[in-house]
C-alpha cells in the first residue's frame, strides 16, 4: 500500500524531469551515428577527384579549358552573333540564367542547367540524351533555338579566330579555305539550305569538319570540368560535428535549418535521389513534375536513352578517343523500365536557392514551391510517378526550405 503511494510522485518527478531535460537539453541537435554517417556521405569534404573521361583525349589539357573558356564566352559562335553559351550558362549564376525557358537565338522550352560539377554526371541534359559534356556541347550550336549555327560555319569560324590554339591541340585543320568543299553553311540543322549543302559534301569533308565539330565540344567541357563546386555553410556544419554527432564551436546552423536537415535525410527522404556530395544520384526519376503549361510533354529519360544511342557524338563513335571497353556507362545503360518514361535527371542542390527558377521547365519559381510539390507528392500525367505525399506541416516545410538555403557556396576566406 505504502509503496504504491509513493511510486506515483516519483513517476511524476522522473517523466517530468525527462520532459525538462527534453526541452532544454544543450544537445538537442546531436546527431546518431548513422546520421553522423549520412551527413559526412554528402559533405563536399568527401567529394573525389573528378574522374577521367577516356572519350576526351584533351578532357584535362590546361591549354584546351583555355581555348573552351574563350568559346564558351564567344558570341561570334551563334547566327545572330549574340548568343553564347554564357548567355544561358551565367558565370554569376552558378552557370544559370535566372530564367525559366533558355533564351538564344529563340526561346527552347527548357530549363539551363547548373553547370557547377556537372563535369561528373555521366549524362547531361535533364533527360540524359548525351553521355559527355564534348557531345552535349554539339546540341545548343546546332539547335535553331539556342546558337542556331551549323558545323562548317563553326569550323570556319575556328579557322578565323583560333586557328592557332586548335592546330597546337589538335593538329591540322581541313582545307577551309575551299568553299566549293567546304560551303560556309552546311550541317544536319532545321535551315533547309545549309541540310542540302551538307548532303552535298563528300562523306570524307563531312568527316572532317565533323572532327572539328567534335573538338570544339572537347575544348568546351575541358573548360566545363573546372566548374567545380564549392564548400557551403553545410559542409563547414558537417566539418564541427565531432564523433558523437554533436557540434562544436560557434553555432553554424541555426534550429530552423538543423531541423530542416532532419527532414531531409529522415521523414523527407530527399536523399533517396539527392545524395552523395553533389546532391544527386544522377539518376533519372519521375517525381511528377507537371510541364510548363501550353507546351508538349516532356518524355523524359526514355527519349534521351533513344538519342544517345544514336548519337555519331557518343563514347562508342568514330569521334571518341575512348576505347570500347571505356564506355561503361553507355554499354551498361538501363534502357528499359517504369522510371524511363517521363524519367529526369535528378539535379545537384548545390546553390539551389541562387538557381531559380526551378524544375526541367522552369515552371517553379520558389524553392517554397518545390517543397510543396513534394508535401503533395504530385500527380504524374506521364509514366508512374516515384513520389508519395510527405504531407508536411507548414512549420516543417519551412524548416526544409532554409535548410536548403545553407548549400550555398560562400565566398573564399
Ligand atoms: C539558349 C540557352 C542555352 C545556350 C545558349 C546553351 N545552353 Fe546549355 N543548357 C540549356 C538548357 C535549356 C539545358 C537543358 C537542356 C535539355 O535538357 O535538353 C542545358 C543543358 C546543358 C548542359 C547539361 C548539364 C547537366 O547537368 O546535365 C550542359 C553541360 C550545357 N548545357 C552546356 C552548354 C554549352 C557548353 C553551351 C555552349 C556551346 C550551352 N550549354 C549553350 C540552355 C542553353
Ligand atoms: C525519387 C527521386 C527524388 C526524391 C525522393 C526527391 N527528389 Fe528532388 N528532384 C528529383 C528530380 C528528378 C528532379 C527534377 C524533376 C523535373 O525537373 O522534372 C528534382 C528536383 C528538385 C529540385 C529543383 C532543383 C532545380 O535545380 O531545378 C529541388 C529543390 C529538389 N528536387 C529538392 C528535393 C527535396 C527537398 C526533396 C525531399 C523532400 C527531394 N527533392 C526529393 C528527384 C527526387
Not at 85 to 97: G, K, L, N, Q, V
Not at 320 to 338: I, K, W
Not at 349 to 375: D, F, I, K, W
Amino acid at each position: 500500500m505504502h509503496g504504491r503511494k509513493l511510486l506515483l510522485p516519483a513517476a511524476l518527478v522522473l517523466l517530468l524531469s525527462a520532459l525538462v531535460a527534453c526541452t532544454f537539453n544543450p544537445n538537442a541537435s546531436t546527431w546518431s551515428a548513422d546520421e553522423v554517417q549520412t551527413l559526412r556521405s554528402l559533405s563536399l569534404a568527401v567529394l573525389k577527384p573528378l574522374p577521367p573521361d577516356p572519350s576526351n583525349a584533351v578532357a584535362d589539357d590546361p591549354a584546351a579549358a583555355a581555348l573552351g573558356e574563350r568559346i564558351f564566352f564567344d558570341t561570334r559562335f551563334s547566327a545572330n552573333g549574340a548568343v553564347a553559351c554564357a548567355s544561358c550558362h551565367m558565370p554569376e549564376r552558378h552557370f544559370t540564367d535566372g530564367r525559366p525557358f533558355g533564351v538564344g537565338v529563340g526561346v527552347i522550352p527548357l530549363n539551363a542547367m547548373t553547370l557547377v560539377g556537372a563535369a561528373y554526371s555521366p549524362w547531361q541534359t535533364w533527360n540524359g540524351k548525351n553521355d559527355s559534356q564534348w557531345s552535349q556541347a554539339l546540341l545548343p550550336l546546332e539547335n535553331a533555338l539556342e546558337h542556331g549555327g551549323d558545323r562548317t560555319f563553326y569550323a570556319h569560324l575556328i579557322a578565323e579566330h583560333y586557328a592557332g590554339e586548335y592546330t597546337a591541340l589538335f593538329g591540322p585543320l581541313p582545307d577551309l579555305a575551299d568553299a566549293t568543299r567546304f560551303p560556309p553553311h552546311a550541317g544536319p540543322v532545321d535551315a533547309v539550305a545549309a541540310s542540302i549543302a551538307w548532303e552535298t559534301m563528300t562523306p570524307d569533308d563531312r568527316d572532317a569538319v565533323n572532327r572539328v565539330f567534335a573538338n570544339i565540344g572537347k575544348a568546351l567541357a575541358a573548360y566545363e570540368r573546372t566548374l567545380l563546386p564549392k564548400p557551403a555553410r553545410f559542409d563547414r556544419y558537417v566539418a564541427s560535428l565531432d564523433d558523437h554527432g554533436r557540434p562544436q564551436g560557434q553555432p553554424i546552423l541555426n534550429d530552423d535549418e538543423i531541423a530542416g536537415l532532419r527532414i531531409f535525410i529522415g521523414k523527407g527522404r530527399c536523399t533517396n535521389c539527392h545524395n552523395g556530395p553533389r546532391f544527386t544520384n544522377d539518376a533519372f526519376h519521375n517525381t511528377a513534375v507537371p510541364g510548363a503549361p501550353g507546351y508538349p510533354l516532356q518524355r523524359g529519360r526514355i527519349d534521351g536513352v533513344a538519342r544517345v544511342q544514336n548519337d555519331p557524338f557518343n563514347c562508342l563513335g568514330p569521334y571518341s578517343d575512348a576505347a570500347p571497353e571505356a564506355c561503361t556507362a553507355l554499354r551498361f545503360m538501363v534502357t528499359e523500365g517504369d522510371t524511363l518514361l517521363g524519367g529526369m535527371k535528378t539535379p545537384t542542390l548545390r546553390n539551389v536557392a541562387e538557381t531559380a527558377p526551378y524544375m526541367h521547365t522552369g515552371q517553379m519559381a520558389t524553392l517554397a514551391e518545390v517543397v510543396a510539390h513534394y508535401s503533395g507528392g504530385g500527380y504524374a500525367l506521364l509514366g508512374h510517378n516515384e513520389l508519395t505525399p510527405l504531407n508536411l506541416t507548414a512549420q516543417e516545410a519551412a524548416q526544409l526550405e532554409a535548410f536548403l538555403h545553407t548549400l550555398t557556396e560562400e565566398p573564399s576566406p
